[in-house]
């Protein structure tokens, strides 16, 4: 896999006192004393079935960078600021130290390496203040996003969040999880994890209505949105209806001039992990069809997460450009990567 672009890989803090190099004062002793504890993100999986997250270099280039299906390049997705309190100005101290930690132990030692900017999930305005603050580090390729959010990210109070975005060259990585707290169904709280698990892609679904029902594109056109541990199989039946009553009630959103099918081919890309695939060969060709032939699809190997072979079904019906946009092609004309570039350990 010497072309592939890994667009979703975790590291993530074994605990605030990885950070406190990059807290203020205040906050080492706000954390100390009110003994504030890393939850872990890998919490949300059943014992067993996934590793830690590196929480080094050292471990990310022993696990990842080395070996047969060492990828060309890795954008490293830390999930630690989903579980941050509400306290905005905890959320926004947690993120801006998350960044530091990130540019020191992983981007500035490896030139292989990328990262998503870690942003307060709590206020839009300092989630703004942090992108101007770091947003044009060429380490950082995207913005950070937990798919549940308070408020449908597409919403005009996230707006100035996109402006800076895409005034500092970063698009958006929208990935599955986010701050505990409130339901992740219509219906209520969920009492299993799979149900828990399972409630990402309708939350998903939701995010994709809100990002073009809300007009967010006509204002950002340039602006690319990466819906990273959610599935894609889902896809279909949406823009299906997506379309059908936009027809009927678009007077209600003028804003959305084109058919919303239209916005997700072009602002919208989605990881291959997981895939969620039928097992059906017929199946899988209509997904890809779809996919528009896998143009809206990037290679992601979620580790440590474990998603199956998946991933092997899918290219096994691609053809070979097909193959080459999906692993490397489409990701690198999405975060401004050069094709060929000689990446190494700094």
């Avoid at 209600?252 to 291959?272: A, D, G, M, Q």
Wanted: charged letters at 20%.
């Amino acid at each position: 896999m010497d072309d592939a672009i890994d667009c979703d890989v975790h590291c993530a803090p074994e605990s605030y006192d990885v950070l406190f190099p990059y807290l203020s004062d205040y906050w080492r002793q706000y954390i100390t004393e009110a003994g504030v504890r890393l939850n872990g993100m890998a919490h949300a999986y059943p014992r067993g079935v996934v590793a830690p997250a590196p929480a080094s270099y050292e471990a990310l280039a022993e696990r990842v960078l080395r070996g047969a299906s060492e990828p060309r390049i890795v954008v490293l997705n830390c999930l630690t600021g989903f579980e941050t309190h509400r306290n905005p100005y905890f959320a926004a101290a947690v993120a801006a130290a998350l960044n530091d930690w990130l540019r020191e132990e992983f981007l500035s030692r490896d030139s292989r390496l990328r990262a998503s900017l870690v942003v307060s999930t709590v206020s839009p305005d300092d989630a703004v203040s942090e992108i101007e603050r770091m947003g044009e580090d060429p380490g950082f390729v995207q913005v950070l996003l937990p798919v549940r959010s308070d408020l449908p990210w597409g919403h005009k109070n996230n707006h100035p969040m996109f402006a800076a975005a895409r005034a500092a060259g970063l698009q958006v990585g929208l990935h599955a999880w986010g701050r505990a707290g409130k339901a992740p169904t219509p219906s209520g709280f969920t009492t299993t994890y799979l149900e828990d698990y399972l409630g990402n892609q309708p939350i998903a679904q939701a995010q994709v209505l809100s990002f073009i029902s809300e007009g967010v594109f006509e204002r950002f056109p340039e602006l690319r949105v990466v819906v990273s541990e959610c599935g894609f199989a889902w896809l279909a039946p949406l823009l299906w209806r997506f379309d059908k009553d936009w027809k009927g009630v678009w007077r209600e959103v003028p804003w959305v001039k084109r058919r919303p099918s239209e916005y997700v081919r072009e602002h919208f890309c989605f990881t291959t992990a997981p895939a969620h695939l039928p097992s059906d060969p017929v199946a899988i060709d209509q997904v890809v069809e779809m996919m528009a032939g896998s143009a809206a699809l990037v290679y992601a190997s979620d580790y440590p997460h474990e998603h199956g072979d998946a991933l092997a079904a899918l290219l096994g019906r691609l053809s070979d450009e097909q193959r080459r946009r999906l692993m490397c092609g489409t990701a690198a004309d999405l975060y401004g990567l050069a094709a060929g570039a000689d990446y190494q350990i700094r």
